[in-house]
């Protein structure tokens, strides 16, 4: 039989367990339409639009773009800054993706169709709590 103190002790963790899950969803629970009414194409300007916004765990970046002209894919600093299409984390092709933002850290998307990426279609965003 375990002592009243242990049990007491896993009743305390279980609780500040729940306590900081429901802290992070609150915190989180946005969405954000990448680029606004434009969407995910090679003409809007992805830096000014996420300039000026917050990004939490919990929150969803919404990709809308045309399918056959377009991709979103996830890729690390290196190849962000260079536009290089592989290797890469993620590649998403449905034109309305969906990403719900799991972690805190920094994270890079670029087009990697044609010279999209080269000609700015590209996006880079900082996760808080």
């Known amino acids: ?29 946005a969405t954000h339409i990448v680029g606004g009414s434009d ?12 300039r000026e916004k917050e990004f939490h765990v919990g929150d969803v970046l919404v990709f809308n773009y045309k399918n056959d002209a377009h991709n979103v894919m996830q890729v690390n600093s290196t190849a962000y800054r260079k536009c290089i299409k592989n290797p890469y984390t993620r590649l998403f092709n449905s034109g309305h993706d969906s990403l719900v933002l ?28």
């Open 1 to 29: 039989m375990l002592s009243r103190a242990y049990q007491y002790c896993n009743m305390i963790m279980l609780y500040l367990a729940l306590a900081a899950s429901l802290n992070v969803l609150e915190a989180g629970g």
């Open 102 to 129: 799991s972690e805190v850290g920094k994270f890079w998307y670029i087009c990697a169709v044609a010279d999209h990426c080269e000609n700015g279609q590209k996006l880079a965003i900082k996760v808080v709590l």
């Open 39 to 50: 969407g995910w194409d090679s003409f809007s300007n992805s830096l000014n639009w996420s």
